[in-house]
């Protein structure tokens, strides 16, 4: 009884190309037709979701700098050479401790959230424009393991991008635009 149904089973796969033909016994993976199908269901989901994709990066980078801010702040040492090329040493001391570091903690989670995404990402820019011109820029042709440069760089463009573009529908910032939009429709329709 339970053979036949094995058989069965195994004859339905078979003619749906899950198995090897039947002179051969071993397992045959998907067909290309079945990949490329899979790949374009996946391109096609994603063009008509780009919006959450936007959201899943804006999460992602102000998550990413919130972990910056409390590395700044548990690793002053490492901030030092970067301090004493300056050659005002106190300004940057202070500028380090009283703007860079809190603008890293709050704005990154403001722009995980979605709160503010513009103000966010305003505040966030000329502490990344600085790091990408001012201390990885005249060490660009050198190469580094780390590849700061270009990190960096595409920070700075991210940052650019959600400051002209905002937050996107996965944030608090769309949530109290719809509220308020709802609010003045209901009081026109009355």
Known sequence: MALRGFQAMTKRSVTKGLLAEPSGSALRGPTKGAIMNKINQCKQWVQSHADVILDLIR??????????????????ELLEPLLRASENEQFIQA????????????????????????????VQIPIVAGAVFYVHMPK???????????????????LTMF?????????VDYYLSRKTELKAQAVASS
């Open 95 to 122: 500028a380090v401790a009283h703007y860079v570091i809190p603008v890293h903690l709050l704005g990154g989670l403001m722009l995980a959230l979605g709160i503010l995404t513009r103000v966010a990402a305003l």
């Open 163 to 171: 400051f002209i573009f905002g937050g996107g529908r996965w944030s």
């Open 140 to 158: 660009a042709m050198l190469v580094e393991p780390r590849q700061s440069f270009e990190f960096s760089a595409l920070v700075l463009f991210l």
């Open 59 to 76: 999460i992602y980078l102000g998550l990413g700098l919130f972990i910056k801010g409390i590395y700044f702040m548990a690793h002053r």
